[in-house]
T-cell receptor
Framework: QKEVEQNSGPLSVPEGAIASLNCTYSDRGSQSFFWYRQYSGKSPELIMFIYSNGDKEDGRFTAQLNKASQYVSLLIRDSQPSDSATYLCAVGGGSSNTGNQFYFGTGTSLTVIP | ETGVTQTPRHLVMGMTNKKSLKCEQHLGHNAMYWYKQSAKKPLELMFVYSLEERVENNSVPSRFSPECPNSSHLFLHLHTLQPEDSALYLC?????????????FGPGTRLTVL
């Protein structure tokens, strides 16, 4: 069983639409949740993090966390062509004794069509 | 630029060579990480250092040997690698170790093992 699962996509949305990216995780004890954006040939760039159940908004981005369902999502409002990238979900903590474990999903490829 | 630099950016080596990857962070962080990113696979956490002490070692083969001489520098010494070790090696840093710390990635070293 994969620790973190994401739909690989590709997900295509028209410019100006809302893009919805989803992630599920297997370790119920996970404590922290991150979304990274990775452009082709580049390294991951942190977009948002969320630690508590509910929604967290930052500009056009909203992260949503539901620990009971072991589900985290990222909404991108008013999608722009520059948002076209692979989005990585990362989960931290969990059952690790040290609390230093981080697991990443394989990423969802998003294309915003002008 | 994220404040985390890596050298070299590209490396080609034979299976009998010995080489080292270098990472430097200019963010005043106390934790540093090595990740491996292979095609179609999730980012894999290899090592975690906190204040120069290794706090996580994820069953990485001994042909990979990390070194953290101070909180700003991290090395990955490579010897007797296999072709399947070809991947993008990413360094990251965070303010502290543990689940509630956002990680910032360097640009990566693209390694090819012949």
């Amino acid at each position: 069983q994969k620790e973190v699962e994401q739909n690989s996509g590709p997900l295509s949305v028209p410019e100006g639409a809302i893009a919805s990216l989803n992630c599920t995780y297997s370790d119920r004890g996970s404590q922290s949740f991150f979304w990274y954006r990775q452009y082709s040939g580049k390294s991951p760039e942190l977009i948002m993090f969320i630690y508590s159940n509910g929604d967290k908004e930052d500009g056009r981005f909203t992260a949503q966390l539901n620990k009971a369902s072991q589900y985290v999502s990222l909404l991108i409002r008013d999608s722009q062509p520059s948002d076209s990238a692979t989005y990585l979900c990362a989960v931290g903590g969990g059952s690790s004794n040290t609390g230093n474990q981080f697991y990443f999903g394989t990423g969802t490829s998003l294309t915003v069509i002008p | 630029e994220t404040g985390v630099t890596q050298t070299p950016r590209h490396l080609v080596m034979g299976m009998t060579n010995k080489k080292s990857l270098k990472c430097e962070q200019h963010l005043g962080h106390n934790a540093m990480y090595w990740y491996k990113q292979s095609a179609k696979k999730p980012l894999e956490l290899m090592f975690v250092y906190s204040l120069e002490e290794r706090v996580e070692n994820n069953s990485v083969p001994s042909r990979f040997s990390p070194e953290c001489p101070n909180s700003s520098h991290l090395f990955l010494h490579l010897h007797t690698l296999q072709p399947e070790d070809s991947a993008l090696y990413l360094c990251a840093s965070s303010l502290g170790a543990g689940a509630y710390n956002e990680q910032f990635f360097g640009p990566g070293t693209r390694l090819t093992v012949l």
